[in-house]
């Protein structure tokens, strides 16, 4: 009797370590899943922020150089004004007017 309660005893151990390692062979190709899928996850929203960056970065730029633009306008207005003799207010409401126009951020719209 001792033996056969023995042998019973022994087999429900081994199967009981057979399905432990199944599931835990299971679990570990689905955390090895999920991980794949972060990693893809972490490249795709790297590259779109990146793009984003770039793509506001280069709106920047063009607006600067609008502003840089209007600045030399105003420089040479300044000049040909001082040059002509012309009033100083003409002068300043002209450059109030031409500094702050500005298109709409592209990303924004």
């Given amino acids: 009797m001792k033996d056969n309660v023995f042998l019973l005893e022994k087999g429900l151990k081994e199967k009981i370590r057979l399905y432990f390692d199944k599931d835990l062979e299971q679990t570990r190709v689905l955390l090895d899943e999920q991980k794949r899928k972060f990693r893809e996850y972490q490249l795709t929203l790297n ?61 924004m719209m």
């Fill in 47 to 107: 590259a779109y922020v990146r793009e984003n960056v770039a793509e506001n970065i280069n709106y920047i730029d063009e607006v600067m150089k609008k502003r840089v633009e209007a600045y030399k306008d105003v420089h040479n207005q300044a000049d040909a004004a001082i040059a002509d003799g012309s009033s100083q207010k003409t002068l300043v409401s002209a450059s109030a007017t031409s500094l702050h126009m500005q298109a709409p951020m592209p990303h």
